[in-house]
């Protein structure tokens, strides 16, 4: 245990396994004190996709999975028994009061909040025009919502204390990824909140950053023994099915910790509205959005006979269309 984070309190949500048991861990050896969190009591088991794909992975994967599994409250006594103090709290962060029951119970147990950590999130398949409303509206509540939910009831706590760090997860599908609609939306939606509460928060202490994890997950090794059975089967692989690669397996998601870490000392009190990509070893942040090229017309508004000439010629000169490939 080490002492960089002594006397602060965190709240990490979605970490009773994986990413987030990771980073609950990692800060609990800072010295922070730690709410765990995820739906319910018990293992969510070893696939995304049920039970019965589960029956599918290879022993490897099996046993990748299994050393993943867990729930708020195993997570929670680890921390205990290495000598910290951690509670787990089971509930569902898409639930606005919900959400801030879990902020209450870390004021209830160790008297603030200083560190939030929206991990919580998931995912489903589906193109666009197959994709139905329900399973829409679940990644959306898990991910987006569920750290709109957390922020609104944590971030009058930190405005007041004058200090606090938001930091949450998204995906590299926030740039937009074949068959998750759903999930891409989502992400894009927490890159956008990210940045807002950056810009509001930012004068009372407080940042707000996102990360955006490669990491063995049973995320990944489900998605990875999907390709590979739908291979077998002789069935197409689509961009959307292609399995994330080795880099995951070989980038644990203890790989996290000491940049979550980081952006909860003092010393990251300037960085914030910042995006993180983070596998393994290896840190990169993303660039600022910006304007590439502007045209403009001295008098009037332009017409579209005008744009047909000019466009090829001045604004999308050299372009080429990401939805190309």
Known sequence: MSSRLKGKVAVVTGSGQGVGKAIALGLAKEGAKVVTNNRRKGSTGLSIYGEEFAKKLSAEEKEHARQLSGDAETVAREIRDMGGEAVGFFGDVGDFKIAGK?????????????????????????????????????????????????????????????????????????????????????????????????????????????????????????????????????????????????????????GLAPLIVYLATDEAAKVSGTVFKVVGSEYAIYSEPEEKQVIQKKTGLWTVDELVKEMPKTLLKGYKSAAAG
């Not at 603030?112 to 509206?137: H, Q, Y």
């Not at 074949?178 to 992400?187: D, I």
């Not at 927490?190 to 490669?214: F, H, M, Q």
Request: glycine share 10%.
């Open 102 to 254: 879990l902020i209450q119970t870390a004021v209830d147990k160790f008297g603030k909040v200083d560190i939030l950590v929206n991990n919580a999130g998931t995912f489903s398949r589906g193109f666009v025009w197959e994709l139905s409303e329900e399973a829409w509206d679940y990644v959306i509540r898990a991910k987006l919502k569920g750290a709109f939910n957390c922020i609104h009831h944590a971030s009058p706590l930190m405005k007041g204390q004058k200090w606090g760090r938001i930091i949450n997860c998204t995906a590299g599908a926030w740039l937009g990824a074949v068959e998750h609609p759903n999930y891409s939306a989502a992400n894009a939606g927490v890159v956008g909140l990210t940045r807002s509460v950056a810009r509001e928060l930012y004068k009372y202490g407080v940042t707000c950053n996102a990360y955006s994890p490669l990491a063995l997950t049973r995320g990944t090794i489900s998605l990875s023994a999907r390709a590979k059975i739908m291979a077998e089967a002789g069935i197409a692989i689509s961009a959307g099915d292609r399995p994330v690669g080795r880099v995951s397996v070989q980038a644990p998601p203890e």
